[in-house]
């Protein structure tokens, strides 16, 4: 009887504090999101999909060769281009046929991104991607490349920062031809080489000194 009586009395000091608690934090607003009907507000460079533009990849196999999990597969060909009217001779362009990201397997570190010389990979914030089946996480070339569409815009520069290379490059003024002025564009190309040429020197007078 001793043994219950104490069992009791202390059960109550417990039930009362756990009503304080959750009388307490009634009255704070929730802060859990109601997710799927309210959106999540993501960081400009959250990671969820890696997009494909696959008009600039070249198959360099860069990125599968820097993915440290060996999730990217690529397959391509040779196709020759034949010359110019203007003539040359034919050369040899990689065609991409696969282009795939198995994402069970990715990491999601960013370095086939960050390697890709040509612009080719982006990242995009979607992630609700998930599957029932893991063998549908393997995106081919064509999912990859419907994820561009929700790539956001690379930020704009900082004031005050130098213009892109690139930008700089595009901006530029063409050359225009050098047009020749003067004697030498009157007279042909007689006249400029005699106005290139020094001046002859005048014979010296015979004052009966020379031998």
Request: proline share 12%; glycine share 8%.
């Amino acid at each position: 009887m001793a043994g219950s009586k104490k069992r009791g009395r202390s059960l109550v000091p417990g039930l009362v504090k756990g009503m304080a608690t959750t009388a307490r934090t009634m009255t704070r607003p929730a802060h859990t999101q109601q997710y799927p009907d309210v959106k999540p507000d993501l960081p400009p460079r959250s990671r969820g999909v890696i997009a494909l533009l696959a008009e600039n990849c070249t198959s360099c196999m860069l990125c599968a060769r820097e993915c440290p999990d060996w999730c990217i597969y690529i397959d391509s060909h040779k196709e020759t281009i034949p010359a110019g009217p203007e003539g040359g001779r034919d050369r040899q362009q990689n065609v991409l046929d696969r282009f795939a990201i198995d994402f069970s397997l990715c990491m999601y570190c960013g370095i086939c991104i960050e390697v890709c010389p040509f612009d080719a990979l982006f990242w995009s914030p979607e992630f609700e991607y998930a599957e029932l089946d893991i063998r549908d996480l393997l995106h081919e070339k064509d999912r990859l490349g419907e994820w561009m569409p929700t790539v956001p815009p690379p930020p704009a520069l900082t004031a005050g920062a130098p213009e892109a290379t690139e930008v700089a490059a595009a901006n530029k003024p063409a050359r225009t031809p050098r047009t020749r002025t003067g004697p030498a564009a009157a007279g042909g190309p007689d006249a400029a080489a005699t106005a290139a040429s020094p001046p002859a020197r005048p014979p010296a007078a015979d004052d009966g000194t020379a031998p």
